[in-house]
């Protein structure tokens, strides 16, 4: 009997080996490789390195030629954004979609569609949007009569952040709809019944049974907002490239003019660690506000 435990204990390890060596190499290998290179100043090509302990970490939030300090600033500005108007949002949709309405599959696949969509192609259809001179924002406003509210929407350095989290609405609010949406249809309807028969409108229920009953999915959907607005990269890239005056430098922005334009490979995997840290310190924070007393 212990020899088939062991046996099957070998086999099941055996099974899970190739997935944990491919999980280990490109996901912890390269974590702690840019944790030993971030203690270095090095360019990434050449042989010679000088050990240079925690000056990177320090230096990049002290120095305003590096700019992390202020890209963070902008990151933690989208996930506020993200978390207090795009999850309500996606929220609101879902519990209407969830009541059953009348062509709901049609708007869940509408809302979802923007999701599949690659966000190089969605950046160029917002340039398309937001272009000052023949772009569709600006023509409509002038054919409304309304030729003082005309902006560059991405030229001005006061909304060119706030122009960049629009289309970053408009692309994710269907992905947390849908994880929503998941966790209201596995709600008893029994429950729902129940409530509405002892005199509850729609709105309470919702705030005081179907809200309650997900709170594990907005744990998640908030986590992945938040994380998501950290790493925000190739929107901000094609949309305005950290522009204009570095106005919505986020830190991958960063980190990639650190890696690959300054030949700072000692900067850039010290910003790549903090971004580490600081997606499992949210996740971890976020996770703690959300724990269910027992």
Not at 13 to 33: D, E, K, S
Not at 118 to 138: E, H
Not at 245 to 260: D, G, N, Q, Y
Not at 281 to 286: M, R, T, Y
């Amino acid at each position: 009997m212990k020899n088939k435990t062991i046996i099957k204990g070998v086999n099941i390890f055996l099974f899970l080996l190739p997935a944990l060596l491919l999980f280990v190499g490109i996901l912890i290998a390269p974590i702690f490789l840019s944790g030993y290179y971030s203690a270095f100043d090095w360019n990434g090509m050449s042989s010679a390195k000088e050990f240079v302990g925690l000056k990177n970490y320090t230096e990049m939030f002290t120095s305003n030629s590096i700019g992390f300090a202020k890209a963070l600033k902008n990151s933690l500005l989208l996930a506020l954004l993200s978390v207090f108007i795009q999850l309500p949002l996606s929220l609101a949709l879902a519990l209407l979609l969830g009541r059953g309405i009348k062509g709901e599959r049609f708007f869940l696949s509408v809302f979802f569609m923007p999701v599949l969509i690659s966000t190089v192609v969605i950046g160029q259809l917002w340039l398309k949007i937001y272009n000052p001179d023949y772009g569709i924002l600006n023509v409509t406003l002038t054919k409304l009569g309304f030729d003082n509210l005309r902006q560059l929407w991405l030229g001005d350095k006061k909304l060119a952040l706030w122009a960049c989290f629009v289309p970053m609405l408009w692309q994710y609010v269907g992905y947390h709809m849908l994880l929503m949406y998941a966790g209201v249809k596995g709600v008893s309807t029994d429950l729902r019944e129940a409530a509405m028969i002892d005199g509850a409108t729609q709105g309470q229920v919702n705030r005081y049974i179907v809200i309650p009953i997900i709170k594990p999915v907005l744990r998640v959907s908030v986590i992945f907002a938040v994380t998501g607005s950290l790493k925000a990269y190739d929107l901000i890239y094609v949309l305005t490239n950290g522009g204009p005056l570095h106005a919505t430098e986020v830190p991958s922005t960063r980190m990639i003019e650190m890696l690959f334009q300054r030949n700072r490979y000692g900067m850039g995997s010290a910003m790549a660690v903090m971004l580490i840290l600081l997606c499992f310190a949210f996740a971890l924070i976020i996770s703690a506000i959300f724990k269910e007393d027992r």
